[in-house]
């Protein structure tokens, strides 16, 4: 199974043709991934895109290793089946020493994750489909901000709608619908709402340094290390949960002036943050960097 973890709610496309991954674009190939593997989009770099492999490969097939950030090494020859379980169908065919992150271990068998490149053209296209982009609600359905997100309204069956986008058995659609004045006020244009991550990996180049506001559970304030190279080492930055009600994390990074502030706030804070995007995915991991803008409730609370 090829998925970015964590892999909760995080948007995955089908592979339908065999691709060779490597550690880095244009480098040399670590194994192939086969037809039916779940892969869900990170950075994109020219033609290649990151993704992070995750899957069972028996515990004998692995060798201690000590090298951040990796600490066990494929060893049989000529290669070895990374599986979507424990003895289930393989994924992947990985050639010996490359390193993997051990995950958890059951029985025999050891769940194991590293990111890769693989070309782009090996991903199903994503976004909005290319033919009709009209759809009729054939039930009332309820409204909400993300994919599994709160309701916020409801429509009712036949009202049409025009497809913005397609994630994982969710459809993000526009409704045309007349409100009273007196129910509206203006927004900032330049605020993007309702933005999910899975949107920003699939497409970084539309998203990176647009703003978003997001609504955040803080968890702690942190130091960047070499693990993240996306912020300077040393930098202070909220690791957060979110956007809500979405189960990932992202990065804040702020101000030296403004870490005072946060050391005060209570873990599991909620927060709504104006930050605009660095970048989509770190590194190593799916998770998103905001520059802090502005935080627009919560800390007055």
């Given at each position: 199974?090829?998925?970015?973890a964590p892999?909760a709610g995080?948007?995955?496309?089908?592979?339908?043709?065999?691709?060779?991954?490597?550690?880095?674009?244009g480098?040399?190939?670590?194994?192939?991934?086969l037809?039916?593997?779940?892969?869900?989009p990170?950075?994109?770099?020219?033609t290649?895109?990151?993704?992070?492999?995750?899957?069972?490969?028996?515990s004998?097939?692995?060798?201690s290793?000590?090298?951040?950030p990796?600490?066990?090494?494929?060893?049989?020859?000529?290669?070895e089946n990374?599986?979507d379980?424990?003895?289930?169908?393989?994924?992947a065919r990985?050639?010996?020493?490359?390193?993997f992150?051990?995950?958890?271990?059951?029985?025999?068998?050891?769940?194991?994750r590293r990111?890769?490149?693989i070309?782009q053209?090996?991903?199903?296209a994503?976004?909005?489909?290319?033919?009709?982009?009209r759809?009729?609600?054939?039930?009332?359905?309820?409204?909400a901000?993300?994919?599994?997100?709160?309701?916020?309204?409801?429509?009712?069956?036949?009202?049409?709608?025009?497809?913005?986008?397609?994630?994982?058995?969710?459809?993000?659609?526009?409704?045309?619908?007349?409100?009273?004045d007196?129910?509206?006020?203006s927004t900032?244009?330049?605020?993007?709402?309702?933005?999910?991550?899975s949107?920003?990996?699939?497409?970084?180049?539309r998203?990176?340094?647009?703003?978003?506001?997001?609504?955040?559970?803080?968890?702690?304030?942190?130091?960047?290390?070499?693990?993240?190279?996306?912020?300077?080492?040393?930098q202070?930055?909220?690791?957060?949960?979110g956007?809500?009600?979405?189960?990932?994390?992202?990065?804040?990074?702020?101000?030296?002036?403004r870490?005072?502030q946060?050391?005060?706030?209570p873990?599991?804070?909620?927060l709504?943050?104006?930050?605009t995007?660095?970048?989509?995915?770190?590194?190593?991991?799916p998770?998103?960097?905001?520059?802090?803008?502005?935080?627009?409730?919560?800390?007055g609370e």
């Amino acid at each position: 199974m090829l998925i970015a973890a964590p892999a909760a709610g995080q948007s995955a496309v089908q592979l339908q043709q065999e691709a060779p991954f490597t550690k880095d674009p244009g480098t040399q190939s670590l194994g192939t991934l086969l037809p039916g593997a779940s892969v869900t989009p990170g950075r994109t770099q020219g033609t290649a895109v990151e993704v992070t492999l995750e899957g069972w490969m028996p515990s004998a097939s692995l060798v201690s290793r000590r090298r951040d950030p990796f600490d066990v090494a494929t060893r049989k020859r000529p290669s070895e089946n990374l599986r979507d379980r424990p003895d289930g169908a393989p994924t992947a065919r990985v050639v010996p020493n490359v390193g993997f992150t051990r995950v958890e271990t059951r029985g025999a068998w050891s769940r194991i994750r590293r990111t890769a490149w693989i070309d782009q053209k090996a991903i199903p296209a994503q976004g909005p489909p290319t033919g009709p982009d009209r759809v009729e609600v054939i039930r009332k359905a309820a409204l909400a901000v993300q994919p599994e997100g709160p309701a916020i309204g409801s429509v009712d069956s036949g009202a049409g709608a025009r497809v913005l986008a397609r994630s994982a058995g969710w459809t993000k659609v526009q409704l045309e619908i007349w409100l009273p004045d007196s129910t509206l006020r203006s927004t900032d244009t330049r605020v993007l709402l309702g933005l999910s991550q899975s949107e920003v990996r699939a497409n970084p180049a539309r998203y990176v340094g647009q703003l978003v506001e997001w609504r955040l559970q803080f968890i702690a304030v942190e130091k960047a290390d070499e693990l993240r190279p996306e912020i300077p080492e040393g930098q202070s930055y909220l690791l957060t949960r979110g956007p809500l009600p979405e189960p990932g994390f992202v990065y804040v990074v702020v101000p030296a002036s403004r870490v005072a502030q946060f050391r005060a706030v209570p873990a599991l804070k909620e927060l709504v943050i104006r930050g605009t995007i660095r970048s989509a995915t770190t590194k190593y991991l799916p998770t998103p960097v905001l520059d802090l803008v502005e935080v627009v409730a919560g800390l007055g609370e």
